[in-house]
């Protein structure tokens, strides 16, 4: 095997917090890693290296690399970036020939970057270059994630048939619609030209299903700040575009199951919610039924409501935050969420009253069609509010 390819890293999608500087020929780690993917780019493998590498030599000269990532393309893609190298010391290549597919290639790549700051471009010139310069200076202010978009101002597509611009737009409402809290931070979601920083995104295992690996990013990372650049996507002078139906298809099961993923968590804090349902309605039967203790009804349902909150506590302590209260250890720190849990839902019962009035007295809803909503609404309350101060997430940054 040739010396310079490289490596490819272990089979886990997970980008480490920094990648210990090794085989790079520019002897620190540089600021930017751009990752090109490639399949079948031999026609423009050339030029993209040499105009990138015009480019970045003039804006941040001995401060970046560029890594190709190529799936072993019949064309031979690999082999010429390969021979490039000798021309262009920042430039590595890496050869892939288990794994395919563009998302896992960018990740592959971002895997072995040394940079602090993760890039991708098309390797097909139809991302014009000249925008890099905007983007990183969009990260030098303090963006987590930098976007080429074609949909701001100065931005387009250049010859696009209103077959392509109506599925792309159709593409983006359907992620609006499965996916509305990612989606909409980003007024172009399929691009697939951005910079992202990589303590968004180190540690967390991405796991993207086939082409818009922006929208993995945007999902699992941490990201506050989103900037956007303008650009107008280009004409293909060389090869041609691998996008075929089964991008389509793939791009919705990836927002499924990004829907799925970061739902999971209010999924298990609703089936805590139900097992309380159950210890409340069991101690409330226990405590004050005629044929049991047959204690007032107000005194048993106070000490069945607290134990339901416990046992909710306990069960979203160790199950629904498990990967939260584990970095919060500790006695004490266990008993300050189990004391602010109990507040919040308490202050969610009263809330709870209150809808149930509004709703019934105010709107004339049918009453449990009333409570129902009431519920629902104070889950929701609950769940953010404990998520945010009981849990902390803020605090651990998750
Ligand atoms: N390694 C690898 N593996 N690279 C791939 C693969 C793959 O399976 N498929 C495509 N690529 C590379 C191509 O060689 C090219 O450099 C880049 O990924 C984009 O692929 P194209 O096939 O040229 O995509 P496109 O121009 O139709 O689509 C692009 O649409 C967006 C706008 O809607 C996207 O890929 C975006 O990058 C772009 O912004
Ligand atoms: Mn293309």
């Given at each position: 095997m040739n010396p310079s390819l490289i490596p490819i890293p272990s089979k886990i999608l997970q980008i480490p917090d920094f990648y210990p500087p090794?085989?790079?020929?520019?002897?620190h780690c540089p600021k930017l890693s751009l990752i090109l993917p490639t399949y079948n780019e031999a026609g423009n493998i050339k030029d993209i290296v040499e105009v990138l590498s015009e480019l970045l030599d003039d804006y941040i000269p001995g401060n970046y690399e560029l890594i190709v990532v190529d799936d072993n393309s019949p064309d031979y893609t690999w082999k010429l970036a390969l021979e490039l190298t000798a021309n262009y010391p920042q430039l590595r290549v890496m050869r892939r020939t288990e794994e395919k597919g563009l998302s896992t290639a960018v990740i592959r790549g971002w895997q072995v970057a040394q940079g602090e700051i993760l890039g991708v471009i098309d390797?097909?010139?139809?991302?014009?270059?000249?925008i890099l310069a905007k983007l990183l200076q969009e990260m030098e202010r303090g963006a987590d994630l930098a976007v080429a978009s074609?949909?701001?101002?100065g931005g387009g597509v250049s010859e696009w048939s209103i077959i392509r611009r109506f599925l792309s737009r159709g593409a983006q409402m359907l992620g609006l619609l499965i996916l509305p809290e990612v989606i909409?931070?980003?007024?172009?979601?399929?691009?697939g030209y951005f910079m992202v920083r990589r303590r968004a995104i180190a540690q967390k295992t991405l796991s993207p299903v086939g082409y818009k690996i922006l929208i993995e990013v945007a999902a699992r990372?941490?990201?506050r700040w989103i900037a956007e650049v303008g650009y107008v996507f280009r004409e293909r002078q060389d090869g041609e575009s691998k996008v075929t139906w089964k991008q389509y298809v793939e791009y919705i099961q990836h927002l499924l199951r990004l829907r799925l993923s970061i739902s999971a968590r209010f999924i298990q804090f609703c089936l805590v919610g139900l097992s309380g349902v159950v210890v409340d309605m069991g101690f409330l039967y226990l405590l004050s039924d005629e044929t049991t203790l047959g204690l007032p009804l107000t005194r048993s349902k106070i000490i069945a409501a607290e134990l339901a909150i416990i046992n909710n506590f306990l069960w979203n302590d160790y199950w629904t935050f498990r990967d939260i209260s584990c970095r919060q250890p500790g006695k004490r720190q266990r008993l300050k969420r189990l004391i602010k849990f109990n507040l919040i839902c308490l202050a969610g019962l009263v809330l709870n009253v209150l809808f149930l009035n509004l709703f019934f007295?105010?709107?004339?809803?049918?009453r449990y069609l009333a409570n129902f909503l009431a519920i629902a609404l104070v889950t929701l309350w609950n769940f953010w509010f404990n998520l945010k101060l009981s849990w902390r997430v803020t605090e651990v940054d998750q």
């Amino acid at each position: 095997m040739n010396p310079s390819l490289i490596p490819i890293p272990s089979k886990i999608l997970q980008i480490p917090d920094f990648y210990p500087p090794e085989s790079i020929n520019i002897g620190h780690c540089p600021k930017l890693s751009l990752i090109l993917p490639t399949y079948n780019e031999a026609g423009n493998i050339k030029d993209i290296v040499e105009v990138l590498s015009e480019l970045l030599d003039d804006y941040i000269p001995g401060n970046y690399e560029l890594i190709v990532v190529d799936d072993n393309s019949p064309d031979y893609t690999w082999k010429l970036a390969l021979e490039l190298t000798a021309n262009y010391p920042q430039l590595r290549v890496m050869r892939r020939t288990e794994e395919k597919g563009l998302s896992t290639a960018v990740i592959r790549g971002w895997q072995v970057a040394q940079g602090e700051i993760l890039g991708v471009i098309d390797a097909d010139l139809q991302h014009p270059p000249e925008i890099l310069a905007k983007l990183l200076q969009e990260m030098e202010r303090g963006a987590d994630l930098a976007v080429a978009s074609r949909h701001i101002e100065g931005g387009g597509v250049s010859e696009w048939s209103i077959i392509r611009r109506f599925l792309s737009r159709g593409a983006q409402m359907l992620g609006l619609l499965i996916l509305p809290e990612v989606i909409s931070r980003l007024s172009d979601p399929m691009s697939g030209y951005f910079m992202v920083r990589r303590r968004a995104i180190a540690q967390k295992t991405l796991s993207p299903v086939g082409y818009k690996i922006l929208i993995e990013v945007a999902a699992r990372g941490r990201i506050r700040w989103i900037a956007e650049v303008g650009y107008v996507f280009r004409e293909r002078q060389d090869g041609e575009s691998k996008v075929t139906w089964k991008q389509y298809v793939e791009y919705i099961q990836h927002l499924l199951r990004l829907r799925l993923s970061i739902s999971a968590r209010f999924i298990q804090f609703c089936l805590v919610g139900l097992s309380g349902v159950v210890v409340d309605m069991g101690f409330l039967y226990l405590l004050s039924d005629e044929t049991t203790l047959g204690l007032p009804l107000t005194r048993s349902k106070i000490i069945a409501a607290e134990l339901a909150i416990i046992n909710n506590f306990l069960w979203n302590d160790y199950w629904t935050f498990r990967d939260i209260s584990c970095r919060q250890p500790g006695k004490r720190q266990r008993l300050k969420r189990l004391i602010k849990f109990n507040l919040i839902c308490l202050a969610g019962l009263v809330l709870n009253v209150l809808f149930l009035n509004l709703f019934f007295n105010v709107f004339n809803l049918n009453r449990y069609l009333a409570n129902f909503l009431a519920i629902a609404l104070v889950t929701l309350w609950n769940f953010w509010f404990n998520l945010k101060l009981s849990w902390r997430v803020t605090e651990v940054d998750q």
